[in-house]
Structure formats: structure tokens, C-alpha cells
């Protein structure tokens, strides 16, 4: 079964419109919906925001399901200079920007764990890279209206892997992200989950793979339209790749 996971609510909705032989059960103060996409056993689940909402929800999900692989998705702000908005992340590796057990541990180490860096599985990664370019190329035009591409100014979106940087802040100043990316040079992107879904993932050992689309450039411009990005352009990229990703192509 293929959990998909999302930290925006209007994604999971949108999701749940395509879903078929829909049913519903609340767990852990989260609604699962059940059903089939493309014929392919999906659950689904909007995980709230932040990294400790995350795990919860996804140890309740993996505890309550039989999950083969999941997929989490969502929005990020970006931070590797070349990235605008509407472009997509498909995460290579995984840090907790603000976890700091020093000295006991390494800077960003998860104690106990030995790891700084949670690596997604690689082939749901490829896929979700194919699944995201396919969309792109042949779905956006016709997914999004021309109106709000040319609103956000999204012209030629680029898919790209790197390092994702999950934290319990919201980035909305160049100080801020001018020091993260002294830290951590290679992040592509920052949010507020993903990493902590990975460590879940990893101790369950549940296959996942995470990918953002870009709505904002972590500073101060970056709550500017927010819910519009997400209602009008985020939540149909998900749920189109999604479908791309479902079924291979």
C-alpha cells in the first residue's frame, strides 16, 4: 500500500477528490482516508505542520497500515540561489537544521541514531524526478490556469535533488537564510517536516520519498500569497504528479 502524506490540507483534499472507493478513519487526532488511485491502494493523510506533527502522524500511520512506501509532499521555501517559484525538490538527503546535541553528539546527529543525513529510498526518488518533469512538461498547462503561472511568474519550472533542511521555523528573512546556508551550503530547500518523516521512516523501515514544490524564497517576501500559491498551484502539482508517479508515467 502507498501511504501519501502531505503537509498542506488542500493537497490531501484534492488527492481524496481522485480517490476512489473512499473511506475514512480517525487515529491519533488524524483523519486516514483510504481508497484507490489509478487502481494502486493509496492511504492518505494530512500530516499538520511541524516535525513532531509529522512523526506522530506517520507512526500512527505506519503502525495502523500495512505501508509498502510513502511518499510526503508539500511546499518549501527555497534556498539554493537558482531555485523560483514552482520549481520542484526531490529530496537526496535529509537534516534537521536545528537539531543540536552538541557536545554529546555531532552538530545535526539525532541521538542515537548515528545519523545527521536520513537518505530517501533512491528509486522512489528517480520516480518521483520522472513523475514531477512528466507533470511539468505535459500536465501544468492545463492543470493551473495561465493566469496564476504568470502570476507567480513560473515560465520554464525546473526539477532538481539535493539536501532538504526540515526545522520548526518558518524562514522569512535574508538573515536567516543567509546563516543557514553558511551552515549548511548545499540545502536546496527549507520546511518544517520532511526530516523527521525520514527518521520515522528509517526506524520502521518503510521505502519514502519527499518532494516540495517551491513557493517562496525563505525571506521577507516569502508569506506573500501564500494560501493563493497553495490553493491555485501547490495542491494540483501534488496531486499531478502524484497521478504521474501512480502510474509510472
Same mark, same amino acid.
Given at each position: ?27 491519533? *487526532?488524524? +483523519? @486516514?482516508?483510504? *481508497? ?27 503502525? /495502523? ?16 540561489? #537558482?531555485?523560483?517559484? *514552482? #520549481? ?41 524526478? #520522472? ?20 502570476? @507567480? ?16 521555523? @518558518?524562514? /522569512?528573512?535574508?538573515? #536567516?537564510?543567509?546563516?543557514?546556508? *553558511? ?31 517551491? /513557493?517562496?524564497?525563505?525571506? +521577507? ?29
Amino acid at each position: 500500500m502507498l501511504a501519501i502524506v502531505s503537509a498542506m490540507q488542500e493537497e490531501i483534499a484534492l488527492v481524496h477528490q481522485r480517490l476512489s472507493g473512499v473511506t475514512s478513519r480517525a487515529a491519533g *487526532g488524524r +483523519e @486516514f482516508l483510504t *481508497g484507490r488511485l489509478h487502481d494502486v491502494p493509496v492511504v492518505a493523510v494530512f500530516s499538520h505542520w511541524g516535525k513532531v506533527a509529522a512523526a506522530a502522524t506517520i507512526a500512527q500511520l505506519l503502525s /495502523s497500515w500495512p505501508v509498502t512506501e510513502l511518499v510526503f509532499c508539500g511546499v518549501a521555501g527555497g534556498v539554493r540561489p #537558482d531555485l523560483r517559484i *514552482g #520549481d520542484v525538490v526531490v529530496a537526496d538527503a535529509l537534516i534537521q537544521h536545528d537539531m543540536d546535541a552538541s557536545p554529546l553528539f555531532a552538530r545535526y546527529e539525532v541521538p542515537l541514531t548515528g545519523q545527521a543525513r536520513f537518505a530517501p529510498d533512491a528509486g522512489i526518488g528517480a520516480r518521483l524526478v #520522472d513523475a514531477a518533469r512528466d507533470f511539468i512538461h505535459e500536465d501544468l498547462a492545463t492543470a493551473v490556469a495561465a493566469a496564476e503561472l504568470d502570476g @507567480f511568474g513560473i515560465t520554464r519550472p525546473q526539477v532538481v535533488s539535493g539536501l532538504i533542511a526540515s526545522g520548526d521555523k @518558518f524562514f /522569512s528573512t535574508g538573515k #536567516d537564510l543567509a546563516e543557514l546556508r *553558511g551552515r549548511l551550503p548545499d540545502t536546496t530547500c527549507v520546511e518544517m517536516e520532511g526530516a523527521a518523516a525520514a527518521q520515522v521512516c528509517a526506524a520502521f523501515g518503510v521505502p519514502y520519498g519527499v518532494v516540495r514544490v517551491i /513557493s517562496d524564497g525563505a525571506d +521577507e517576501q516569502a508569506a506573500h500569497d501564500f494560501p493563493r500559491f497553495i490553493h491555485n498551484i501547490a495542491r494540483h502539482y501534488s496531486a499531478g504528479l502524484l497521478a504521474r508517479f501512480v502510474r509510472g508515467g
